[in-house]
């Protein structure tokens, strides 16, 4: 499975982007994993294809995750509202084949995507 993930850029507090990942083939859970330098890399978000979603809380309320299967597509969203300084990071697309990705551990993804950075000025 390749992962194609794409739509980061920096942006001012309060703003909004959009991230965006291409599977090359179906998997049954996907998800959103952030990483900042010195620090070990955290779950931000997950979908699996029965629609059930998770969320880090620190993310609640303000990011939207959700897929487009649409035509075998298999593209991975990540829409990022009232963005904050502290969601500065690089951030990585991830999916498994289980639904263990709902859990958001970064030990039991299968697959990673290359990152894209995103970074939110004050």
């Known amino acids: 499975v390749q992962l194609l993930d794409s739509g980061g850029g920096s942006v001012q507090t309060g703003g909004s982007l959009r991230l965006s990942c291409a599977a090359s083939t179906y998997t049954y859970c996907m998800a959103w994993f952030r990483q900042v330098p010195g620090k070990e890399r955290e779950g931000v978000a997950s979908?699996?294809?029965?629609?059930?979603?998770?969320?880090a809380d620190s993310v609640k309320g303000r990011f939207t995750i959700y897929k487009d299967n649409a035509d075998a597509k298999n593209i991975l969203y990540l829409q990022m509202n009232s963005l904050k300084p502290e969601d500065t990071a690089m951030y990585y697309c991830a999916a498994a084949n289980s639904g263990s990705c709902r859990y958001l551990v970064p030990a039991w993804i299968a697959y990673w995507g290359q990152g894209t950075q995103v970074t939110v000025s004050s």
């Open positions: 979908i699996s294809d029965d629609s059930f979603t998770s969320y």
